[in-house]
């Protein structure tokens, strides 16, 4: 008998939605024409494309000429941290913390290479950022603060309201990776003193590939790339017309649902953290209110994180260890080692990350699945005691 399949990854990534699909369909067929065409076929892209913008500004509460396309949360990343640096008359500081998605921080690896000085705050051991530790950081050249809305791995809610007043008090320019909050949490604009904001449709239910700046009106950043006009010269080259079309139609969507998801994925993930919770010698990592409402990150005692992801696809359930991006390398991931786990309980870590095609009888699933191959891993574990 064909196995079930429980797809639990969806902080890696998200099926796309069947209208999402209808949405971009046409421009992948007839409607191929060059939004900077002046002919008829150019003009109706670009009026599409127009409407994404709208309704992705209109998501977020913004002024759609203060939405830039990408190709994704990378570069989005890359776009405000080095764009903004590179605006700078001379070498400053820049505030970020040590569990931003690799993004930011390779990116603030560089720019020390370039001559700014970066602080990399700390977090508690659920994972939070301290504003008091971001103030004592601000120094009289801190020219930007970059901090996560969410973390990627654990879950954990930033105060980013706290920390982008405390950036605005003091002159500095604030941006935020929301790549894992847009589409999942309210995220308004005029609500948060953020300057930058980074969104990406694959972890919404659109397609990969294709993502979106805020940039808040006024706040000058230098391009990465030359060379046509498109993004108002800010990412040039030509459009990835269906990606575009996409995001505005899945962010749409997610949003008008938000309340109701939240709510039930809520409830779905404090079932599976309850139900794993029971199982002997397992950790809850992250903070256990403030997180991603389908957030949930464990630590199995004694046993790999790795061998329990193989055990779990073979009963056709998928998740993952550590972050997508760090798995497949041996060192613990920077955020488990930031909260304060040793490297051993960091090994056997899993996330398990619910979307709205998750249903309780997935949770149930995985609970029947996962404690007898935890039981059976560590049976043969040396490391785990026997007595
Ligand atoms: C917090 C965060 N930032 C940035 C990214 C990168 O986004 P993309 O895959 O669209 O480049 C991810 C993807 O996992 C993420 O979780």
Redesign the pocket.
């Given at each position: 008998m064909k196995n079930r399949l429980v797809y639990m990854d969806n902080?890696?990534?998200t099926p796309v939605r069947e209208e999402v699909l209808e949405a971009m369909l046409p421009f992948l067929q007839d409607q191929y024409g060059n939004p900077s065409s002046l002919h008829t076929q150019g003009r109706e892209v670009r009026r599409a494309i127009d409407e994404a913008r709208e309704k992705t500004a209109c998501v977020l509460g913004a002024d759609p000429a203060e939405i830039f396309f990408t190709?994704?949360?990378?570069?989005s990343?890359n776009l405000a941290l080095r764009g903004t640096a590179r605006k700078q008359a001379s070498a400053g500081h820049i505030i970020t913390s040590g569990i931003?998605?690799h993004?930011?921080l390779e990116v603030c690896h560089d720019l020390e290479n370039e001559g700014h000085r970066v602080t990399y705050l700390p977090v508690d051991r659920f994972g939070r950022i301290d504003p008091a530790a971001v103030e004592a950081a601000i120094a009289p050249d801190t020219f930007l603060i970059s901090i996560?809305a969410?973390?990627?791995e654990v879950g954990t809610l930033q105060p980013i309201l706290e920390i982008g007043t405390l950036a605005r008090e003091h002159g500095i320019l604030f941006h935020t990776?929301a790549?894992?909050v847009v589409g999942q949490r309210p995220v308004n604009v005029n609500d948060l003193p953020i300057d930058y904001l980074?969104l990406?449709?694959?972890?919404f239910n659109g397609p990969?590939?294709v993502?979106a700046l805020y940039k808040r009106k006024g706040v000058k950043i230098t391009p990465l790339y030359r060379g046509g006009s498109q993004e108002r010269k800010l990412r040039p080259g030509t459009e990835n017309v269906p990606g575009i079309i996409g995001l505005g139609q899945a962010l749409e969507l997610a949003a008008a649902e938000i309340p109701y998801k939240m709510e039930y994925l809520t409830s779905l993930r404090d079932q599976l953290i309850e139900g794993l919770l029971k199982i002997e010698d397992v950790i809850l990592n992250g903070h256990p209110q403030e997180r991603l409402p389908g957030n949930i990150n464990v630590s199995f005692k004694y046993i790999e994180g790795e061998s329990i992801l193989l055990s779990l696809d073979l009963q056709g359930i998928a998740a993952s260890s550590g972050?997508?991006?760090s798995s497949g390398s041996l060192e613990p991931s920077h955020v488990l080692s930031a909260i304060g786990l040793d490297q051993q309980t960091a090994h056997g870590s899993i996330r398990f990350s619910l979307g709205r095609y998750n249903n309780e009888a997935d949770i149930e699933y995985v609970l029947e699945k996962i404690t007898p191959i935890v039981e059976k891993l560590r049976q043969i574990s040396p490391l785990h005691k026997t007595d």
């Open positions: 902080g890696a990534t190709s994704g949360g990378t570069e990343n931003e998605h993004a930011v996560m969410a973390n990627n990776d790549v894992q980074s990406s449709a694959h972890k990969k590939g993502g972050s997508a991006c």
